[in-house]
């Protein structure tokens, strides 16, 4: 990969991650629960139970 391309999948995954912290942060005051697809199964967390 070029120094161009790596830069760039650098910033859009802290994007990403800072995109995923917001949303963690604001289920847990919500005390609300991040739902998700892992194998076929639909998945349900307490969003408190991640940031542990």
């Given amino acids: 990969m070029d120094s161009k391309k790596l830069a760039l999948r650098t910033k859009i995954l ?5 995109s995923f912290l917001k949303l963690l942060e604001k289920k847990r005051k919500e005390n609300g629960e991040l739902v998700y697809c892992k194998d076929g199964q639909i998945i349900r967390i307490k969003a408190i139970d991640l940031i542990k």
């Fill in 14 to 18: 802290k994007g990403i991650e800072l």
